[in-house]
């Protein structure tokens, strides 16, 4: 007996495959042997969760990655529990099940949302029909056309690709036969929403049409790339691949004096280090080492463990090759790699780094006292960058796969992180680390660096404590969210504040201070908390100070009502290239709130909030600088109008390459002295006076 093998793939990210394919399983064992084979190995276990096997297949797992359980009358296989697991498969172990599996089933379905996997492709070879399972929707079908291009060029014939339609919500936007003439594929069946009444006749339907469908012969034309698990093939024009040699040249890791086909020549310290990491993986659970980095000891205690077990393996194996210096930095490289960052531990270490940028695993660029440059390192794979990703957010209850593919997150020392992969990043994971420092600057390191001078901090002072509500504008990587840390020095100590933020970087020194933080929706799609959501709830929290730390959507409208009820003082950044656009972006991220209102009435709300505008921008030579202090004065017929207090202009670089300037006072008497003298605050304008003066203003 030999069944047919149906490979279901999702075109993208939460598409429903998975459900599809376990629902589909379920109805098809009434009467026939069914197998499914869990394919993902981002260790989400999805498969196992849907038929309630978790536990059993736990008891199952012997030594090996791979194993079987009985639930609801399915065969169920599930190749990698964890993402660290997914890498010590042989192939011979699913080469094995998939024989096994295809000669004692009727049918066979694998769930494959990654279908170029290495490990999976014993059941893709195989693969009957191609099962792309995609929503009816623009999107959706624009996902199935790339994904059925793929596997076009990928080796799969077209007589095996079928198109799977799932209406989880709304309509479809095309009927089946313009699907099908659009994308030149069959389409194998159409799916309501789960919790439409006709989703079980639907699904007896696409049975029915299964059941028709004999095995057929391997794919020959994946026979090639099947065998040994190597990178997509589909990246080797592009991507810096290391020569490959041939089979008789390559060194044995296999114990038998043979290497694997399509092993890739290594040099002996990547051997050891590759052996290595093998080896730790079967004694340590890496997995669950993630989980301890916000406990101290127990993180201590594992680094000892690491260590030792590293060592015991570094006496057992040969390393003829490296000597006693290589051998050192090898055990710190793999427990860097094992626990830490990896290749990021040094950068991470490293005071002058404020930004780590990883465009893939093989390029890593640093930003240095505001210069980029490129880096020595890299990681062994692409799995060893996912690994890493997966480190950071896993703590926070953070998700990155297919079905969300971006995430911002923090480490425990307030770096901001960024990380986006497949299908979005065209290239590999791509990682970004913003990087704060381990000391807070102060308005001192300000004046030494160049960045502002005396006077104009001591009118910024004065305005804080006047409770001026105060927008700090500025291009990415200006230094706003430092400015506004150094700015919110100056609130005084008896107010309370309520910090907002998507990801926690404000760090305030003063005692009564409340942070919040945004929540990303949870796997099904609920719970999300916006920031707007907060901005609300913080009216309620009896605030002095609200200071969000960037305003980029609705949240600016509720944001300017606070600081016209009462909240002033309040603080936010935007994004924005001068402070004329300050004002029309507030006004765009105003209408973005859904309410239609008049341009006016957007603008006489901004004119009465704001009170200051504060402009920083990042120079040609790295450096950060405040280049305009702003008023806003009110409303001339529909515009509203401001004035330019302080300004910093730049007259050329010097000989060592560094922005010269200097800061120049407009001569403009501020309408906010009135309000320092209200508050009994001590300014004195003259101190602006001694700046060298701008001229004409135009």
Sequence with gaps: MSGPVFALIG????SGATTICAELAKSMSGDRTVALVDGDLSGRRSAAILFDSVRNLDVAREDGSIALARADGVTLAELAPTYDSAFTIKFDDVEALAV???STSDYVLADIPIPFAAPVRPFVVRATRFIVVAEPTVLGLASARTMIGELKKFGVPASRIMLLTNCRDGKPVEERPQIERALDVKVVGELPSTRDRTFGRALQNLERTLRTISAEPQIEALLPSARGFIQDRRREPRAAMRPRAAAADLPDHSGNGKAAPGAMLLSPRDRIKTDIHEMLAKKVNLVEASQVHSDAAKLAELRVKVENITQQILSEISHRDLTAEEIAQL???????????GPLEDLMTDPAVTEIMVNGPKTVYVERLGKIDRTAKEFTSEQQLRLVIERIIAPLGRRLDESVPMVDARLPDGSRVNAIVEPLSIDGATLTIRRFGTRRLTAADLIE?????????DFLRACIEGRLNIIISGGTGSGKTTF???LSSYIPERERIV?????????LNQPHVVRLESRPANIEGRGEIAIRDLVRNSLRMRPDRIIVGECRGGEALDMLQAMNTGHDGSLTTAHANSPRDALSRLETMVMMAGFDLPVRAIREQIASAVDL???TARMRDGSRKIISVSEIVGMEGDVVTMQEIVRYQQHGVDKDSKVSGEFQYTGVQPQCLRRFDEYGIQYDVRTLSGLASTGALW
């Design 11 to 14: 075109a993208k990210g939460g």
């Design 613 to 615: 505008i504060v402009q």
């Design 449 to 457: 660096k160049g960045s502002a001078i005396p006077p104009i901090l």
């Design 331 to 341: 055990k710190d490289e793999v427990v860097n790699e094992a626990l830490g960052l």
């Design 100 to 102: 096994s599996l295809v």
């Design 499 to 507: 910090t907002i933020e998507d990801s926690a970087e404000l760090f």
């Design 484 to 486: 506004l840390n150094i």
